[in-house]
């Protein structure tokens, strides 16, 4: 599954190449053929291959934290691009450069933009480009990230509220590219904007208690809308 998002000059490839609803990204310049591949947990072959019958060359691997579903490939896409890994940390990803809060790269004339957004993961980042943002494991589709310790170790839900607090101050029309496709609401939503989930998003429909109380009931709440 390939989606062309592509809008303002900005490259956007949505993909779906393996494991739970994973999303996979390039984003980039398509006039100066450059792309960085955000996320490539699974098949970096076919993901490097569908990057070359683009006219693309992958010149970055990006990731938003480093869960196995959203690395798994960097490594061999790293072997088969010769691209550096840009990451939260490195301890867990040999070989990855950790990336300061704001840091900017250029992937052909497009700037991407790294924000340090730790709750779901201690380390986790999204990745902004021009009128996207890479939103990872943090924000969903109507949904945001787990925060179970037991399944999450190092998760922190007021780390992970202050992060969305963040992320909602991008400006409205952003278009929000989530970890997984994980729509919470009835069909589908590959996608969003900052200003839809501000709106429609139950997370972000109140303060702290109110979240923290809708991640206690969550499946109840799931249950009841009918959320898979």
């Known amino acids: 599954m390939i989606r062309d998002l592509s809008t303002d000059g900005v490259l956007c490839l949505q993909l779906h190449l393996g494991g739970d609803r994973n999303f996979h990204y390039l984003l980039g310049d398509p ?52 691209a550096p890994i840009l990451a939260g940390r490195d301890d867990r990803l040999p070989g990855a450069r950790v990336v300061d809060d704001g840091a ?74 989530p970890g997984h496709d994980y729509y919470g609401g009835q069909g589908t939503r590959p996608h969003s904007t900052i200003g839809l989930e501000r709106e429609t998003n139950p997370f972000l429909a109140g303060g702290y208690a109110d979240f923290l109380e809708l991640k206690e009931n969550w499946a109840a709440y799931k249950k009841e809308h009918g959320i898979r």
């Open 31 to 82: 006039a100066a053929g450059r792309a960085a591949a955000v996320d490539p947990g699974f098949d970096p072959d076919h993901l490097a291959a569908i990057a070359a019958e683009r006219g693309l060359v992958i010149s970055h691997i990006l990731v938003t934290h480093d869960h196995v579903d959203h690395v798994g490939g960097a490594p061999r896409l790293a072997e088969l691009t010769g």
């Open 104 to 177: 900017v790269l250029e992937v052909g004339s497009v700037e991407m933009r790294a924000l340090r957004t730790p709750g779901h993961a201690p380390d986790h980042v999204c990745w902004q480009a021009g009128p996207f943002v890479c939103t990872g494991d943090l924000l969903f589709c109507g949904k945001v990230g787990g925060t179970d310790a037991k399944h999450f170790p190092g998760s922190s839900p007021r780390q992970q509220w202050d992060s969305l607090v963040r992320v909602m101050q991008l400006p409205d029309a952003t278009i929000v590219l």
